[in-house]
């Protein structure tokens, strides 16, 4: 509990601590930057079957991310085994001598595993995939995921547990009526993916800077975060612990309109000066701090006549979710499996809908084709299938 662990420090060691572990990430990550890596990597290889995913180059990024993580970096634990997968399905179908179409899938079924290994959730993984990487449905590509998911989801759960990640949930849709507020919130959970995905780029903009090479970048994020880290603990880690309790209802409103300024603020201090690990779990807990909010002034208006402020927490991740990843298939089963709570079902599919809609609206690139058209590459998704297109020109 990464969390527990910085409220025990002293507010001096939690701003070095954080900057302790970036330097050491942007020494492991400075041994891996020729090497592609990411989500983005992960989408070329499988869509292209072009971009090699170096298993060497994964495993340090893996302890870079490690030591990110665990010394209180604002990182999602998801991107290190999502890479992992992916590179592991690369090097098999190389050892198997597959051809590029197996060896694609493969990759495609290691990256859904890696996933589902993350977060406990075999459909999303799936979808996952499909929604995000490949963008379209084929046979080639499912049968293998289904099959490499179950595998890595009973893995997981023989290590950690049965039980949903954010624990079982029951929030229920008081009346239809309702629905309506859950449209809205798709709605402000798009403004605040934009605003977040623009304070990622601005953050990268300014932190990566040629004149500050790594590790000293690394290190910058952290001591950044860390000074973010002790005025508010809960910033630190992935986001995991703070997301729980608010499902919950044990925060104040005040503490979660902190959160809500603050955790974009240190996600983007460790994200943007290089330290290797994902923005999915802190997405997750932005979002859920919109949500809160949002149920909070519903019932303040509306009175006994609205859910639980925690649905309105549950659906708000999930939207948010599908906001920066343009993904509301894989977003609505993911907060599901995440509280097995199929009862806020239709607000789910609705919301999530809306922010997709709306976010597309306000930019065409999701969080990750940002990243590949920042090398060059776009990403098209037509009736006919994924189409890519070079900003050099059409392929």
């Known amino acids: 509990d990464v969390v527990t662990a910085m409220r025990r420090l002293p507010p001096w060691a939690r701003v070095l601590t954080p900057a302790a572990g970036g330097l050491l990430a942007g020494l492991l990550g400075r041994r891996s930057a020729r090497s592609s890596g990411g989500v983005g990597a992960v989408m070329e290889a499988v869509v292209l079957g072009r971009a090699h995913l170096s298993m060497r180059a994964t495993l340090l990024k893996s302890l ?9 970096g604002s990182l999602g634990r998801e991107g290190p085994l999502i890479q992992f997968g992916g590179a592991a399905g690369q090097l098999l179908g190389g050892r198997l001598s597959l051809s590029q179409e197996h060896a694609r899938a493969l990759i495609a079924a290691g990256t859904a595993a890696g996933f589902a290994a993350a977060y406990n959730t075999p459909f999303a993984a799936v979808l996952f995939v499909l929604e995000v990487v490949t963008g379209i449905v084929v046979l080639e590509t499912i ?3 289904l099959i490499s998911t179950a595998l890595a989801t009973a893995l997981t759960r023989a290590v950690v547990g049965q039980g949903p990640v954010y624990g079982a949930r029951a929030f229920a849709l008081h009346s239809p009526g309702e629905l309506g507020g859950y449209a809205l919130l798709g709605v402000l959970s798009a403004l605040a993916a934009h605003g977040f995905m623009r304070v990622l780029a601005l953050g990268e903009a300014w932190l990566r800077d040629p004149r500050l090479p790594q590790p000293w970048r690394a290190a910058l994020g952290g001591l950044l975060a860390g000074g973010l880290v002790a005025a508010l603990p809960e910033v630190a880690g992935n986001g995991y612990e703070p997301l729980n309790q608010i499902l919950d209802g044990r925060h104040t409103i005040g503490f979660v309109v902190a959160l809500l300024l603050v955790k974009p603020l240190a996600t983007t201090a460790s994200v943007s000066s290089g330290s290797p690990g994902g923005v999915f779990t802190p997405t997750l807990l932005i979002g859920c701090c919109v949500g809160f909010l ?3 002034g519903l019932a303040r208006i509306f009175g006994a006549g609205v859910g639980p402020t925690g649905g309105y927490a549950l659906v708000g991740l999930s939207a948010m979710l599908a906001a920066t990843t343009h993904a509301p298939l894989l977003a609505a089963v993911m907060a599901f499996e995440l509280s097995g ?4 079902v239709l607000p789910l599919v609705l919301a999530t809908a809306v922010a997709t809609a709306v976010s597309q609206a306000l930019g065409r690139d999701s969080i990750y084709t940002a990243e590949l058209r920042q090398r ?3 990403w098209e998704l037509t009736l006919e299938g ?10």
């Open 386 to 395: 994924r189409r890519v297109v070079e900003e050099r020109g059409a392929l």
């Open 341 to 344: 709570d199929y009862t806020i």
């Open 64 to 72: 870079a991310s490690f030591a990110a993580i665990a010394s209180g």
């Open 143 to 145: 049968v293998p995921t």
């Open 294 to 296: 949002y149920g909070e």
């Open 376 to 378: 060059g590459v776009g």
